[in-house]
């Protein structure tokens, strides 16, 4: 919807001139924590990558550009980082001893 009647916009073009907009949000305390709901809300179909990076004060179409060059520069220099791109997370290795200790607290009382 556009503010001034004034401005004419071809139809063919609608895309073009779509825009989403969002204000930036600032992360949780625990973005360990944000990351794994975000990445289970994407699994479960409940949200999109566009929102979340979106809600991150991030573009879509940016980010996935950066990803692509990211990508192809990786295999233009024979870069093995794994199938998660280097996120999996090691067993054994917890990424904050305080969440741990905070988890088992919980568990335990």
């Known amino acids: 919807m556009l503010l001034n009647p004034n401005i004419k916009l071809p139809a ?8 989403f907009i969002c204000a930036m949000g ?17 699994e479960q179909g409940l ?11 991030g573009d879509f179409l940016e980010t996935m550009e950066a990803l692509r060059y990211e990508q ?13 791109n280097g996120t999996q997370h090691t067993p054994g290795i917890e990424p904050d001893d305080e969440e741990t200790s905070a988890v088992n607290a919980t568990n335990n009382g």
């Open 47 to 57: 949200r999109t990558r566009q929102q979340i990076i979106a809600e991150q004060g």
């Open 12 to 19: 063919e073009k609608y895309e073009k001139f779509l825009n």
């Open 72 to 84: 192809d520069i990786i295999k233009e220099y024979g870069i093995n980082i794994g199938e998660n």
């Open 26 to 42: 600032w992360q949780w305390v625990d973005p360990y924590k944000d990351m794994q709901a975000n990445r289970l809300a994407i």
